[in-house]
C-alpha cells in the first residue's frame, strides 16, 4: 500500500528566504506525483505534476524535483513571500489506477 | 472554464438525518473523485468513477455512504443515516488521466452531523 510522508507538519520562515518542502513515498511504481497548495476553506490548486518519466517541473518561482528510485519529491520555494502562507501537499499518482495518494501535508507560514 | 462545482458550501443537520453532496464537474473531463478531509486521517480517497462508471470504492467507509454519476455534469455523495463521524470537508475533483492532467478540485463541502 501506497503511504506518502510529508515531514515537517508545519514551517515557518522569513519573508524572502529559498525554501525546500520535502515529500517521501514507498512505492516506485508512481503514474506521476502532483504538489497541490489548500488556502484555508478552499480546495486543492494544482501547482506542478510532474510525470514518472521527468525529474523536474518549473513554474515561475516553484520547482519541484523527482527522484522515483529513492522515493522522494521536493518542493522549492524561491524567495518567499507572504501570500505563499497555505498548506502544501504532496500525492502519487498509481500506476495502475487513477487513485491520488496524499500526505498529510506542510502548513508553511512566511513572515513578513 | 467554470472549474468543478460543489453544493452545498457548508451543511449542518442532526445525526440520522439523510444527507446528500452535489458535484458538477468540469465539462469534458471522464474522471471524477470524492474525497474526505479530517484532521486525523488527511485527504482520503472514497469513490472514483470513470465515464459516469464507478471504477473503485474500496474508499467509501460503510454502506451508510452511496455515491452515483447518472450523467457526465453530476454525481452526488449521499450519507443515510448521518453519524457525528462523518462530519468532515468532502472534496470533489476531476480530470482527463489520460493526457496525464492534474486533478482540479472544487471548494469542498464544510458537512456538520450533531
Known amino acids: 500500500k501506497q503511504e506518502v510522508t510529508q515531514i515537517p507538519a508545519a514551517l515557518s520562515v522569513p519573508e524572502g528566504e529559498n525554501l525546500v518542502l520535502n515529500c517521501s513515498f514507498t512505492d516506485s511504481a508512481i503514474y506521476n506525483l502532483q504538489w497541490f497548495r489548500q488556502d484555508p476553506g478552499k480546495g486543492l490548486t494544482s501547482l506542478l505534476l510532474?510525470?514518472?518519466?521527468?525529474r523536474e517541473q518549473t513554474s515561475g518561482r516553484l520547482n519541484a524535483s523527482l527522484d522515483k528510485s529513492s522515493g522522494r519529491s521536493t518542493l522549492y520555494i524561491a524567495a518567499s513571500q507572504p501570500g505563499d502562507s497555505a498548506t502544501y501537499l504532496c500525492a502519487v499518482s498509481s500506476l495502475s489506477n487513477s487513485k491520488l495518494t496524499f500526505g498529510k501535508g506542510i502548513t508553511l507560514s512566511v513572515r513578513p | 472554464d467554470a472549474g468543478v462545482i460543489q453544493s452545498p458550501r457548508h451543511e449542518v443537520t442532526e445525526m440520522g438525518q439523510e444527507v446528500t453532496l452535489r458535484c458538477k464537474p468540469i465539462s469534458g473531463h471522464d474522471y471524477l473523485f470524492w474525497y474526505r478531509q479530517t484532521m486525523m486521517r488527511g485527504l482520503e480517497l472514497l469513490i472514483y468513477?470513470?465515464?459516469?462508471?464507478?471504477?473503485?470504492d474500496s474508499g467509501m467507509p460503510e454502506d451508510r455512504f452511496s455515491a452515483k454519476m447518472p450523467n457526465a455534469s453530476f454525481s452526488t455523495l449521499k450519507i443515510q443515516p448521518s453519524e457525528p463521524r462523518d462530519s468532515a470537508v468532502y472534496f470533489c475533483a476531476s480530470n482527463n488521466r489520460g493526457e496525464n492532467q492534474p486533478q482540479h478540485f472544487g471548494d469542498g463541502t464544510r458537512l456538520s452531523i450533531l
Open positions: 468513477f470513470n465515464n459516469n462508471v464507478p471504477i473503485d
Open positions: 510532474i510525470q514518472s518519466s521527468q
